[in-house]
């Protein structure tokens, strides 16, 4: 589970999605065909939230969640064994590769896939963890950090808890 503000921030960088987009999908209001906007709007709405809680809560319109829907999400949350939060990839490697055997050092491997799977894309150090972006894209967040942090207060609130 990674932040909230930095998953959209690399969705759209990843994505080549617009600050404009962005701020069409969250504003528009329900007038729009449910199955147009339900994927769009969960994508920077609550994200977490709504892919916890399932279908219903996902096909929600922008700014529907709310802090009842959080509560029940920590629920379901303090229903899982374990969540990792990915403020420090480092740290819990080791537990990843002892408990569930997992090969989380394989970096070239990782560049070998993705530049035979999808070369538009390029593998890049970001704090010491890899991270796949897109090469030569980079948006100005600022006009938008407001409005997404509104839209994401609830989800933003659950990643903290």
């Known amino acids: 589970m990674s932040d909230p503000l930095l998953r959209i921030m690399s969705h759209m ?3 080549g999605v617009t600050n404009e987009t962005v701020q069409r999908i969250l504003c528009q209001g329900p007038e729009m065909e449910t199955n147009k906007w339900s994927t769009q709007v969960a994508l920077f709405d609550n994200f977490y939230i ?16 709310n802090s009842t829907h959080e509560e029940i999400a920590k629920k379901v949350l303090q229903g899982f064994n374990l969540v990792v939060p ?19 050092g394989n970096e070239q491997l990782l560049k070998r896939i993705y530049s035979q799977t999808a070369p538009k894309l390029s593998p890049k150090k970001i704090d010491g963890e890899l991270s796949i972006m897109k090469s030569n894209n980079e948006y100005d967040h600022s006009n938008i950090d407001a409005l997404l942090s509104s839209h994401n207060k609830f989800d933003v609130s659950l990643y903290q808890w």
């Open 50 to 65: 709504r892919f916890l809680l399932g279908k219903d809560v996902f096909m929600l319109p922008p700014g529907a969640i």
């Open 13 to 15: 960088e990843t994505e």
């Open 86 to 104: 990915q403020t420090n990839l480092q740290g819990v490697r080791q537990v990843l590769e002892r408990v569930l055997g997992w090969d989380t």
